[in-house]
């Protein structure tokens, strides 16, 4: 199974925070794959401080990279419309990420459950007092 991160966990991770490695060297010992998408790339390197540039480039290199396919692109539109009519705003960037795991069949790790209300997503438990 593949696992797409969410931003606050690849930070998390880049951060040495949270016990962030360890989880991360759990899901790869369980046999998950371990992946990013164009918007937590992007939200990574908006928050990403010089110094850590070597290694965030890296790290994400070293995960699997999941395409945002016209699909995904479509599906999470629709998604944020529906979302809107029931009087709950989501922000386009979550809906682009779930979409991702939905369209690849991806598990999503994420500390933000509540900016990912979809009940067909599949969520991985985070360990507990982690935030």
């Known amino acids: ?7 606050n966990v690849l930070i998390d991770v880049l951060r040495n925070r949270n016990g962030r490695r360890e989880f991360l060297t759990e899901l790869l010992d369980g046999g998950k ?9 992007a939200e990574v390197y908006a928050g990403m401080r010089s110094a850590e540039a070597r290694e965030t480039a890296e790290f994400l290199r070293s995960l699997d990279y999941l395409e945002i396919t016209l699909e995904a ?3 999470a539109g629709r998604m944020k419309a529906a979302w809107a009519k029931k009087g709950i705003t989501l922000t386009l960037p979550d809906v682009l990420i779930a979409a991702v795991a939905l369209e690849h069949r991806a598990a999503l790790a994420t500390d933000n459950r ?3 209300p979809m009940t067909e997503l599949q969520m991985v438990t985070m360990p507990e007092g982690s935030r």
Not at 1 to 7: G, K
Request: aromatic content about 4%; glycine content about 4%.
């Open 114 to 116: 509540k900016h990912f």
């Open 33 to 41: 794959q371990l992946a990013c998408c164009a918007v937590t790339v």
């Open 1 to 7: 199974m593949t696992v797409l991160l969410d931003t």
């Open 73 to 75: 692109s479509g599906l």
